[in-house]
């Protein structure tokens, strides 16, 4: 099929893609593939305002009937999931499994949401004064702006939707510049369930595209409580402070400088599977991809053996061609930047194995690599950074204390693993004195959570949580209510002040 | 007792209050109580430094047994109740029932950590995966930096002390500069404990004394994760994004403004005992102090009748004399921005009732004044700002509707009060359309928490919660663990990738 | 349409229904439907073996992939609801809006523990112990057997079903002789599911025909650990004492006797509504169906005056034709027993309204009658006990406390109602000292629960909780571990024992 | 110190233990030490009222104020923590480390439980229907009659006595008849706390003295809606269908038939401590005694080597002895039990180390043996049954599939352990596949648990939980409410029913 081909199929026709002025390029070849209408900042206000006025009514919807329509959203999800899931590979330059894999986890988030509908637990709390009931609820907060990244089009803004629907809450969706086509194609989906739900309000959702003016609307509008941003460490130190110094609230997914520790008595073969999947897969460009490698010293040399060989026979190419592992990076920025990485990394007394410029059958105009496995002597500056591109640097350890010293001594904190079958060596890593991660895991690598969990880390991470377990209170406001129903009036603590 | 004495018998020696740079009064009777040694600046890293490695013990202590350290300051606090009670009237000037009811705040704040400390709950979590064990736990993240305001002294960093504690974190408090004693005698509290506990890490719990630069230097630092800091708006507005822009977590507690609404069916005799302790009590010197009365227009005309009456005989002084209801301002910049505000108030048509200074029979040196009674014709800006001083602005309304929205339409979002015997009403102002603060009390006023509930708001009150319900985890870093104990590595959302 | 085209267009062909010993009679015609194939009671244990084996196999499959099928199942009844609610209708005498009405039901319920499914949450606990982990899980338990009534034919078992399958239990279902006709039609649509789902092992969930000794295999099994059983007090008196004896575990919904306070603040025309839903719906015969009318004096006369005249005018007659409120009971036999109590009431100084047989313009073979208003002096012996036909008792009181202790003073606990605007009243009902029933409403009847709440009562109603909140755990054994990963062997309590 | 005279220290005088009928004898020597005055049957239904009436007033306190009691009550034991274990020893013969580790768990939970009195937490729940609120809240349920084992004589107690205290209900505790004295001991305790709590009504908390006629009163009662009983399988298989069978609600904590698999990559140091401890600690008497070893059969006769090694050394004789790490038995009937059981093993091919009767350097008139450890071929039926002594089976296995196919064949449930440093044989253990016991331990032996986890299993251990987690709810009524604050009365479901 051709672009265009599968556009349509996804219901993207001609006249929403062509006559604008933002380029939009399939990293796969490069090609122009959309010149979209900018949606234009001075009507951000407008938008916004729309929005509130949704949430007026919104917010007095059942949240089992809000829940409604996040099913028929996942019912839209699952009819379209081949369509979806293509145009992720389009627009992400994602290999098809991968691509489908982020539909399947939008459709998860809605199965989820929807169970979440009929809880929304706050809590009774026993109170000390006689004829008083206590009681926490959950309210919804107002419109959330949402601005996701290119590497997850459309599965971070479902986890964010999903739940911001279901707690009550209209949403104001800006996609990164570089893939705003499966953001259209996936809002589509959401209309249609819209339309089946009949009495939501309009401006309920909102699609927003361009640049960087239109995320400072939504960034710097106190009629937006909630801003969830996903995207650079750099983006989010800018983000950040702007929501908080006009009181809203941030919910940053920022950053990960993601570690494997790999322990002597590891079953090596699931480890290099799960190394390979984790640092090459979507081409290194997850949030959670494998980035640093620490090997104990008595295993480092076959592991790194067994990597090169893995790696070696790596299919590089097309992300639509069945087989295809490692698809093209986003653009030729990025691969200019893990070039340079890499000679940094040789600059610190690195050993590159890979890392190299692809142009041998695979479509012209993309940006195609080798990954790199590299070899360091220590954790240098570069190993620091976050390079969004398959690079995997590889360091070695003595004791399990060192391993996850190294492992906690960079600034970002999304996520690690371990793999081990020692009991104690697992614990450890999972215990207050292990990793200092939002996800940790054992014998798994650092990638592919699942959305019952939340998703999220401190540190440079920037201490959001999305997704699973109660990362919806993110998207709802706490009250504490008391209420006295007798006739006398007692004051907590035994204060006495009678007037 | 002289104010030496009263410092002497909460163990606070003449050594410990002279020779400093930092001049500390009485509310009282504006007497220069100590000139305390200021801890240099300079010094604030190696304070730092002792925090983060008591943390590296304490974290791993088992939290029952942080709990013990909690218990113990417990029983300290309670056998100093009457001690610290008084040095919280001498420093703070607040009358004798509400300085002991502060430190039994404490107290009870200290029971409910003791029990946390075998709970700190985290989730088992059903995961998609066969032969995976998924859970979500909580973790110690580092030092807490808490900076208290002078208006509760001490209770509020209770609140943080005790969970913080609990949840494996050292503490490193700066208290307001006006109310530094009470910090002194409470951290002498906490020593006594920390003494009997036993083996506690230095520097598990430090007191720092100065001004601005020194709290700065815990907002700056990347080794204080965690900043708890209560007061104004503006500091809010300065602290929230520094600590955000190095991506530390900020837990804010700010300004309130606020309101009760009195409906027709209200039990007018409550309401007024309601209304006057909320809005004269602590000289009107709470967070959560009552600020705007917003009467339905029927019962409006009786209702000032009666407040008129009360707070006609209100006795003004010596906040240590029994009977005083009415102790005074924190001092005489307080009492100037009062008859500032009132001057304000009169200008946009209000009619001030009381709000004089009062320098008959009571003690010569302190900000003395009578409460003011407001008659407002609308909600002006000035009602719609923070003063903190016993001002109290009434204001009418026709429907429960229109009250609900003149109650939100403040910047601040801290508490909330209906008096109402109607189901409707009461239901109705707590629900998703209704108040929109973090507190909301059905027949009680606006002050007085329970320790059980989270303390706290949305909008200007900046978003923090602290106290009850799981403000614990707050003080904690959440890690979602996946354990892979098959000898398979499935990934999730059904994604394939066959190396 | 008729019978058989009913129950063909709900799956259930000539085969299924004839040949057999079991005959099966609508209520709305008393017309003979049916001659089922019982199981029989020899087989039990091999299907109880069967379970079992299913039981080893799907324990192990992960609860979001159990959640699947159950999503299926939701879908399933989704496109049959129609033709499901049309079998309740018919087996069961349900007017439309109920028989669709119990459909939806189903419906809801596998929303919600498809939810679930990704949650099943235990807790993470803070261990008292260095180097130790210690959390709560939830595994599945085995085989659960379900025994329901003829009242809700499906819905009650759909709560059961949908939440054992998701925590990773086989079904046995035995409904009732009376309605077993919808059983197998709902049946029929988790085996749909079931051959979409793919790999469920068979015996997964299995359908027993017949009477009690076919429940009594249930009963008595080791191989059951749970029982649900919905019915009568007398049964739940045999059935939870046998389950116990062999330390299973029963889930008991037993009788109601509801009663609704009607204070003199109450909104009466809600009032009236509410009344004649939940006292004539589904002809009084829910287990939650209102049963007890305690009105405050004051305004009993103006009530009863009310209610009389919306009884007389109440459609009575064939469930299925558009307009009628008032079905058919289930048998002649209720209507006799219904007809005797009325005597018992009128003997005990009841005035009579209604009550009468029905064979005008009704279906010939039914047994129709007119809902009962009962005026009673007390709270008399008949009063007391639970009759499932459309008797409405109506008695009288002074004092709020008064009217709580009558509505307590029956064996039963299941539900119980007050309408009222008084908020003091209404939390006073709700309150450790007001109602004592599982399920307590205000200004709404004692019918017509939510899924999302926990269902079911204490005292005679047998003390299980099915359908929402945490019910789920009823389904589940509860697992406390420990694991200590350090090299040391501390004991709880500070216990010393060294060999 | 005498037994008189450890009993005066613990508050029990002359008067208080001599004139009775009901014999006590000390196991340390089988000294007859008190004739108790029993309660009279006949008293039993004013004793029960008595708890009634008190309840109607202490479902009133608030829960806090409930909490303090158990403050005021954890307070005494700390004070008496040395006399009331030495009664724990003279009454049960347990050594003296033991008796102190009894005492401390009560102090431990009354710390937890005061915590829990500012939670009760319940839930607010999303509902369907706009205008209305959903909650779940948690009432108090009426008297709990305790019945406790001698072998915890007053631990098992007070996780009752805590819960049910702060839960709002009064308590009623028979002890066993053969270790009242501890039970009046510590009830003294809490009587000097209830003074000090001011107060609390009459009848609160009652100790009733006697035999199974006393115990009969409480089980059979209407008026003790909860029965905790502790004991053997064959009392709780008398207790617990009783109690359901008049619809009360029974808490059973029975039999246990603890094992330990110690697989092959097992810390064997560690593992002959947590054996040699759980095994013959409390002379093999605990709930939670390891009775079953089950090793694999590579280390096997190594394990056994170490072990007889240890047993030979073991310290048998007079518990208050410093350095005796075996004290009595409870009587000389229970010495006959375990060697007719002994016996038994040996018809059953079982090779039996030690499990002789000891007399020398050991208190006359005390049942004092010799641990025993029994080599078996198999898991015969003797195995399988719960003998209360210092008996160890070891067997044999192959596969951790066979091992915990072993461990859970047997009737009961309590709990379990495994020794292993292999994360995926530890996982398998505690997942849904593995123990099938309430408590599952990784290298921790099967006693001994924290407070703060929910202690009790599944099978004949009778399905009870008892102690942390929310085990509370036990104590508790759980009640759906639902509260419609709109003019309108919509109905669940989409249910339509136009009067």
Redo the contacts between chains.
């Keep these: 099929m051709t672009h265009k081909e599968i556009l349509a199929a996804a219901g993207l026709n001609e006249a929403a893609l062509t006559g604008g002025t933002l380029a939009v390029y399939s990293p796969i070849d490069g090609a122009e593939v959309a010149s979209l209408h900018e949606t234009d900042p001075a009507e951000m206000p407008a938008i916004i305002a729309r929005a509130q006025i949704a949430f ?1 009514q919104w ?7 809000r ?1 409604e329509l996040v ?1 028929l959203f996942g019912e839209e999800l699952r009819a379209a999931k081949a369509e979806l899931g293509a145009v992720v590979t389009l627009d992400a330059g994602k290999i098809t ?2 691509g ?3 539909v ?2 939008m459709i ?1 988030i809605c ?20 004829g ?10 107002g419109p959330v702006g949402i601005i996701s990244a290119f590497n997850f089009p459309v599965a971070v803004w479902s986890w964010n939707v999903a739940l911001a629907l279901v707690c ?1 809450n209209p949403i104001i969706w800006k996609p990164s510049e570089k893939s705003p086509l499966t953001a259209m194609a996936a809002h589509r989906c959401l209309e249609r369930a819209l339309v089946k739900f009949g009495d939501a309000p309009d401006g309920l959702s909102q699609l927003v595209i361009g640049g960087a003016e239109i995320g400072a609307a939504l960034v710097d509008s106190r009629d937006v ?1 909630i801003v969830s941003a996903t995207g650079s460490t750099r983006m ?2 800018l983000v ?3 929501v ?2 006009r ?1 809203g ?2 919910i940053l997914e920022l950053g990960g400088n993601n570690a494997m520790i790999v322990a002597p008595s590891a ?1 090596l073969d ?1 480890a ?3 190394i ?2 984790s640092a090459v ?1 979507t081409a290194g460009q997850r949030c959670t991809s494998l980035r640093r490698l620490i090997v104990h010293e008595s295993i480092r040399e076959g592991l790194v053996e067994k990597l090169k060989a ?1 790696y070696s ?2 299919p590089v190419g097309d992300p639509r061609a069945s087989g295809t ?1 490692v698809g093209p990076l986003v653009d030729n920025g990025a691969r200019a930047r893990m070039l340079e990485q890499l000679d940094r990394a040789r600059a610190d007394g690195g050993i590159v194995h890979g890392g190299e410029s692809v142009s041998d059958a695979v479509p012209q105009g993309g940006a195609y690599v080798t990954p790199a496995l590299v070899e360091m002597p220590s954790q240098t500056e570069c190993v620091r950074e976050e390079t969004f591109a398959p690079i995997l640097y590889v360091m070695s350890y003595e004791t399990l204390e060192d391993a996850i010293e190294m492992q906690n001594d960079v ?1 970002q904190g999304l996520s690690s693993c371990i793999f ?5 060596e ?3 890593f ?4 292990g ?10 690598g650092p990638s ?8 999220g880390g ?6 959001g ?1 999305e997704s ?2 109660d990362a919806w209170k993110g998207y709802m ?11 006398e ?1 007692p ?7 009678d ?1």
Tied chains: 1, 2, 3, 4.
């Design positions: 007026r917010r007095n919807v059942p949240a089992p009937r829940g099913r499994s991968e489908l894999g982020e399947q986890e998860d199965d989820f949401a929807v169970g979440l509908s009929r809880q929304l637990y706050g809590l009774t709390i026993a109170s000390e004064r006689p008083h009931r206590m009681a926490e609820t959950w309210h919804p907060m009550g409580p989010g130190s950040g402070p702007k908080m110094a009181f609230r941030p079953d699931m290099v599977r799960a390979v999947f897969g893995a026979t790596l592992l600034p081990t079958l020692n009991l104690r697992a614990e450890t999972l215990s207050a004195a990793s200092d991660c939002g996800i940790a895991n054992v014998n798994i592919g959570a699942e959305i019952g969990g939340a998703f401190e540190k440079e991470t920037g201490g949580r699973g377990s406001r706490r009250q504490t209510c008391t209420v006295n129903y007798s006739a009036l004051l907590a603590q035994g204060v006495r002040f007037i």
